[in-house]
């Protein structure tokens, strides 16, 4: 029997996300990219670097946890870890980076046995969450620690939505 993740409606987004953003980015310029409303929120570039991080370093290191024992501890990711060196990103290219990291995530959760699904890991922050919730997470998630879209208050052009 095949594993129901893929089926779910959350599944077609973490597989959709990419060229979502990438569609969305398009006529960007260079300094969209690298506004940032102010020093405690993220420029698009840098939310670009973000997804490709948090992919690796954070959702796929907790899938495998929970995938691999019964309720994992399940360490909350460093957000800013990143940003501590430089805040400067080029968006094609983290974009390209996240796109190449998302391909084998999606690869593993349709490989998950039906078995795995209902495990449950504890979060440091979140308390106890299951694979199947915490694979269908909202992009808008990760777009919130960011902020927004530059509007009015930032460069003229504004990124279509």
């Known amino acids: 029997m095949e594993a129901m993740l893929p089926t779910l409606p959350a599944f077609g ?6 060229a979502v953003l990438r569609g969305m980015l398009a006529g960007a310029t260079p300094e969209e990219l690298q506004w940032r409303p102010s020093e405690d929120r ?5 939310v670009l670097a973000h997804l490709a991080d948090v992919e690796e370093n954070g959702f796929v290191q907790r899938f495998r946890a929970i995938a691999g024992q019964e309720s994992p501890f399940l360490p909350s990711y460093d957000q800013w870890a990143l940003f501590r060196a430089r805040t400067e990103f080029d968006a094609g290219e983290e ?11 999606l690869a593993w959760l349709k490989g998950l046995p039906d078995e795995v699904r209902p495990r449950t890991g504890r979060h440091e922050e979140l308390g106890v969450i299951s694979l199947i919730i915490f694979s269908t997470s909202s992009p808008s998630t990760t777009w919130g ?7 009015s208050t930032g460069p003229k052009r504004s990124i279509p939505a």
Do not use: D, K, N, Q
């Not at 987004?13 to 990419?18: F, V």
């Not at 620690?145 to 509007?151: E, F, L, V």
């Open 145 to 151: 620690t960011s902020g927004r879209w530059p509007s």
């Open 95 to 105: 974009l390209a980076r996240f796109e190449e990291r998302r391909r084998p995530t």
């Open 13 to 18: 987004i973490l597989e959709r996300t990419p």
């Open 42 to 46: 993220w420029s698009i570039a840098m």
